[in-house]
């Protein structure tokens, strides 16, 4: 009879542990989602002295970010569109501006890096479609203030460890 009983128990134990296992994923979602909403970064309210609107995304923008592993936000300051997008782990959907102006019909040429009043470091091309031109400038900053004006190597940095995050992207578009 002994050695039923220690037969049951240990099957009973398997079992319940077995169904630790499967019901902690469950748990670990309802975290993650509140994770993500307390990460939610406050993005700023200025851009070189000027206000910043925030604005909608277009259908394209929403289409991917309801897919985007962060955050992404779109602003003007009148004059320029700002797309802003934070992440907190190194994703390839963190892909260069480029990329997205070409997957929207814009030809992109004249990509070259330029420093700013700052002395910032940014990535620049011209996009044009439709007789539309723009010039546009990206960089990616990581909480260190270190920065990248290109995605593929801002990608290594963090996923080797050499870049802490989060990260974000900023594209400034503005009409010629």
């Known amino acids: 009879m002994r ?16 169904a630790a296992c499967a019901l902690a994923p469950l748990g670990r979602a309802g975290d993650a989602a509140s994770r993500e909403r307390q990460l939610a970064p406050e993005w700023p309210v200025a851009w070189e002295g000027r206000p910043l609107r925030p604005l909608a995304l277009g259908a394209f923008e929403a289409r991917f970010a ?8 779109r602003m003007t300051d ?3 569109t700002l797309v802003l997008r934070e992440v907190h782990e190194p994703t ?7 990329d997205c102006y070409r997957a929207v019909g814009y030809t992109v040429a004249d990509a ?4 700013d009043a700052q002395q910032q470091l940014w990535r620049c091309f011209i996009a044009e479609r439709e007789g539309q031109r ?3 400038c ?12 290109d995605a593929s190597s801002w990608f290594w940095a963090a996923a080797l460890g050499q870049s802490t995050g989060p990260w974000r992207a ?3 578009a503005r009409a010629l």
Do not use: C
């Open 92 to 98: 390839r959907m963190l892909h260069p501006a480029a």
């Open 78 to 80: 009148g004059e320029r």
């Open 170 to 172: 900023v594209t400034v």
């Open 66 to 73: 309801a897919r985007f592993p962060g955050h992404i936000a």
């Open 138 to 149: 990206e960089r990616i900053v990581d909480a260190a203030g270190a920065s990248f004006t």
């Open 3 to 18: 050695r039923l009983d220690a037969w049951w128990l240990t099957r009973a134990g398997l079992l319940l542990g077995l």
């Open 112 to 115: 070259h890096l330029e420093r």
């Open 134 to 136: 723009l010039r546009v």
